[in-house]
């Protein structure tokens, strides 16, 4: 399974079954943003990376389109990321379990170690300071701004 294919899957099960009530809640890792916000962003980024590619589809499922195609692009990881990071914002927010498994961890950190001081100059990130007794996930996290 790819990082995009995890990353997708984790999205789903946290956006899964979303009342219009839940829409409305906010996301403290994402400050100003509500669930909605979120699921629009990642809707409108799916929908203009695939345009950018010449790809059109009749499917409603953004998701699924993209891995279709797009899986093997570079580009491939950073939304991987943005899934993955999203789908704990979400989930966090509606106050469901949010545990990210090994293979999602060493995903995240590798993408960290690669981009090292990159990934905070846009200022979407910003590191949170933890200690090495915290455990693996909030560790990671705090290396894209969540605290877990």
Excluded at 59 to 69: K, P, V
Excluded at 72 to 98: C, K, N, S, Y
């Amino acid at each position: 399974m790819t990082a995009y294919a995890r990353g997708a899957a984790l999205f789903r099960a946290a956006t899964a079954d979303l009342s219009a009530p839940e829409l409305v809640l906010t996301v403290p890792s994402c400050p100003g943003w509500t669930i909605s916000d979120v699921v629009t962003h990642v809707a409108d980024n799916h929908a203009a990376v695939l345009a950018q590619a010449g790809i059109v589809s009749d499917s409603a499922d953004l998701l699924a389109t993209y891995e279709e195609h797009l899986t093997r692009q570079p580009r491939a990881l950073i939304d991987a990321l943005e899934l993955t990071l999203h789908a704990w914002d979400v989930a966090r927010a509606r106050g469901m379990r949010a545990d990210l498994d090994d293979v999602v961890l060493d995903f995240l950190t590798a993408f960290a170690v690669d981009a090292g001081e990159q990934l905070y100059l846009d200022g979407a990130f910003d590191m949170i300071l933890v200690g090495a007794e915290e455990d693996r996930q909030t560790r990671v996290l705090a290396l894209y701004g969540r605290a877990a």
